[in-house]
C-alpha cells in the first residue's frame, strides 16, 4: 500500500513534445520497461503532442513520476504509470491518478489494465478503482490481467460491467496457433496480436470448430495445450439454421472440394456470419481473396492481423491519421492506415528489382501490426494517389530501423524522397540526446539513394545511416553525449567524431565545420566559426520558400516541386555583399497584415552559396529552382536584366520551435552586440545571439 507522505512542493502538469522533461519521462518508462512494456520514443512524442502525458515534478524540476493514458469510448484509459523508484512510497502515483480523475470528470470513467504478479496491482483499490474482471493475456507464457474501473458516477458501475463494449474478432485456427506457438524465434505479425493496449478494444474469439482442427494434430501433449487456451477464449457457434444457410453460400463461393482443413475454414467463416460476427482474422490467401465478397455479401469483414490492429489503432487515435500538408502543397503525408496495406504494395513493389510480393508483404504486415514499435507513413498527392512510403521499426529507445523506403516513378520523384528523408529526420528529432536512423531497405535505387545522401544520411555497408539531434551545442559536449549513448568507436558514422575532434582542438576549417553540422542535421555545431546571419525575407516568399505554418494560412496551395525542395534560391540586391558561405541563416520575416506569425524570426537554414552576378545570367543559372519567375528576378532588379543581384542558395531548413518575435529579438541583438542593427538587409550576429534566438529564449 502506498504511504501517504505529504508533498508540498510536488506539482502533477501536462508536458508537450517539445519540453525538456520528455526526454526524462522516455528513460524513465525505458528504465521500467519489465512493468510498463516497450514504448518508442515517437509514441511518447505523439502522446505529448495531444496532452496525454502527465508528469510529477518537484520545486527543482526533477522528475518523480509519469502517467499516460488516451481517450476511446467515452472513457479515459489509463495505459502507463511510472514513478521513479527513489521516490515510491510518497504519495506520487496517488497524485498523478488524482489529477487524471479531475481532468476526466466530462468522462464515464478510467480503465486499465494490470498483470496480477505486478507489484502495482494492489496500489488500484486504494486510489478508488474496483476490480471487476479479468482475462488471460494472448501469447504462450502470458499471465492474467485484471480489469480495473473508476466511474465518476455518470451511469451504474455494475451496468459497466456487464455491458462489454469491444469489439468481437473471430480468429482462425492459423492465427491461433501462432498465437500460442511454442518457437519464439519465428517473427510474425501475429505477435502485434498480443500488446495489452487490445485487451481495452477486442475480445478475439474462435469457433467450436476450431476444437476439430486441435484434434488434427498428431502430438497429444500440444492437442491438450491448445484445447486448454481454447478454452480461456470466448467460443462462439452459430444457430444451426443460420449456420447451414451461410455455409450453403460459402460452398458456393469456394466450392465443395478440399482437404479437412479447407472444409473447417469454411465452417469457422460460417459460424462466425451465423453470430452477425464484425471481423474474421486470417492469413489464408484463399480467403482473403475473397474479402470482399464476403463483405459483399454477408458484411462480415475479413482481413488480416496487421489491418486489424490498424484499425483500432486509427479508431482510439483519428488524430494521428489526419494528413498534414507538405511545404503548403497539395502533397500530404499521414499516418499508413488498414486501407493502405494493398494498396501500398500495388504501388511500391519494385518489379524491376526482382522483389517477391510475399516477402514484401511479410514486412508491411509484421511490422504495422506491431503498433508499439512499427510506424508507416504513406504521402498523396491531391488525388489520393500514393506517392511515397515509409515503414520502420523502433530498435531502442533512440534508434529507428527503416524497413521500406520508397518513392513513386514521377516527375517529382528526386524532390520527394529528400522530402521524405527530411520528414524522417524530423519524426526523430530528439531535442536532450541523439536519434539514430538508419534505412536498411535494400530495394532502394539510385534517386533514393542520392536524396538520403543530401539530407546527411551516409552510407555504412548496405545501409544508410544518420545521427540527428535537435538542439545546438558545442563539439566537445556533442562528443561527451555520443560516447555516453554509445555512438562513437566502432559505430562512428562517416567519420564525425573525427570531424568533432578537430572542431573543438580549433583545427577545422569552416568548410569541415559546416560538414558535421550537416551531419548533425537538425541540430546546430556552436564554436565552430560558422558564420550566422539574419536575413530579411518577405512573407510571401517566405510561404514558398520554407514555412509550412504561413502557407496554411493561404488559400492556395503552393507549387509542389518548389514547396518540397530541400535546396532553395532566394535574390536580393548585390549590396551590401555581408554574406558568405558556408554559413547559417535566420530568417526574419517582415511583418505582413495578411500573415499571423511575421514580423518574426520563423526559420533557420545553412547557407550554402552567394553568388553575384546579372540578374539574366543569375536566373538562367537558378531558374531549376523554379519559385522565383523571370518577372519577379526582374523586378528585384529594378527592371535592369543586366542589373547586378544577389542570389542565395541555401537548404536544410529548420522552422524554429519558438519563433522569435521582433521586440524579443531587438533585446537579444542589444545584449549581444551593444546595438539593434536595421532588419532590412542582411546582418551578421554573434554566436551568442545565435543560440538564444535558436534555443527561443
Partial sequence: MEEHVQQKSITVERVDENSNVLARVVELGDKNRKYVGFFPEAAFKRNAAEGRILVAL????????????????????????????????????????????????????????????????????????????????????????????????????????????RVVVVIDANIFFDLFSEDDAVESEVDGLKADWLSEHVDFAVTDELFNEIDRQENQAIRELNRGHARCMTVIRGQDDKFGESTEKLRAMFGTGGRPSDKSDIRQLAHAIAEKTEFFLTRDESILRRAEDIQNNFGM?????????????????????????????????????????????????????????????????????????GTGWVVEDGNGDLLGLVVAREGTVSELEVKLFRVKECRLRRTLARRLAMHLVRSRENVEGFGIVRVVDQRGDVIVDEALGDVGFVRQGKF??????????????????????????????????????????????????????????????????????????????????????????????????????????????????????????????????????????????????????????????????????????????????????????????????????LEKLRQILDEGMGTIPPLSTAVKIPESCFKAIYDGR
Fill in 58 to 165: 518537484d520545486g527543482g524540476g526533477a522528475l518523480h513520476g509519469y502517467l499516460l493514458y488516451y481517450v476511446a469510448r467515452s472513457r479515459a484509459v489509463l495505459q502507463q504509470l511510472c514513478v521513479s523508484e527513489e521516490y515510491r512510497s510518497r504519495g506520487i502515483g496517488r497524485k498523478l491518478v488524482e489529477r487524471l480523475k479531475d481532468e476526466t470528470m466530462h468522462l464515464d470513467g478510467i480503465s486499465l489494465h494490470c498483470r496480477r504478479g505486478f507489484p502495482a496491482h494492489g496500489f488500484w483499490p486504494g486510489v478508488g478503482f474496483v476490480a471487476f474482471g479479468e482475462k488471460t493475456g494472448r501469447g504462450k507464457g502470458a499471465g492474467v490481467l485484471t480489469r480495473y474501473w473508476y466511474g465518476h458516477g455518470h451511469r451504474d458501475l455494475f451496468s459497466e460491467c456487464e455491458t462489454d463494449s
Fill in 301 to 373: 469483414r475479413v482481413m488480416r492481423p496487421a489491418e486489424l490492429v490498424l484499425w483500432i489503432d486509427e479508431f482510439v487515435s483519428e488524430v494521428d491519421y489526419s494528413p498534414e500538408k507538405m511545404g503548403g502543397s497539395s502533397i500530404q503525408v499521414r499516418a499508413l492506415g488498414a486501407d493502405d496495406l494493398k494498396r501500398v504494395g500495388d504501388t511500391f513493389l519494385n518489379h524491376g528489382g526482382g522483389e517477391r510480393r510475399a516477402d514484401f508483404d511479410k514486412v508491411l504486415h509484421m511490422i504495422m501490426a506491431d503498433r508499439e514499435s
Fill in 464 to 661: 544508410r545511416t544518420k545521427i540527428n539531434v535537435g538542439h545546438a551545442g558545442d563539439a566537445g559536449t556533442f562528443l561527451k553525449k555520443m560516447k555516453e549513448e554509445g555512438h562513437v568507436g566502432e559505430r562512428d558514422i562517416w567519420g564525425l567524431n573525427e570531424l568533432l575532434d578537430r572542431v573543438g582542438n580549433k583545427e577545422a576549417s569552416v568548410a569541415e565545420a559546416a560538414r558535421a553540422e550537416k551531419l548533425l542535421w537538425p541540430g546546430r555545431l556552436l564554436g565552430a566559426g560558422i558564420p550566422t546571419y539574419i536575413a530579411p525575407v518577405q512573407a510571401r516568399w517566405a510561404v514558398d520558400l520554407f514555412d509550412e505554418e504561413l502557407a496554411g494560412q493561404r488559400l492556395f496551395n503552393a507549387d509542389a516541386e518548389t514547396a518540397l525542395a530541400w535546396e532553395n534560391v532566394y535574390y536580393r540586391g548585390s549590396v551590401p555583399r555581408v554574406l558568405d558561405a558556408p554559413g547559417r541563416i535566420l530568417w526574419y520575416v517582415s511583418q505582413h497584415r495578411d500573415y499571423e506569425g511575421s514580423g518574426s524570426i520563423r526559420a533557420c537554414s545553412s547557407l550554402e552559396g552567394v553568388t553575384v552576378g546579372s540578374a539574366k545570367d543569375l536566373y538562367r543559372r537558378f531558374r531549376r529552382f523554379g519559385v522565383f519567375s523571370w518577372m519577379d528576378v526582374l523586378k528585384t532588379a529594378h527592371g535592369d536584366p543586366t542589373g547586378d543581384l544577389m542570389a542565395i542558395v541555401f537548404g536544410g531548413t529548420q522552422i524554429l520551435r519558438e519563433p522569435v518575435g
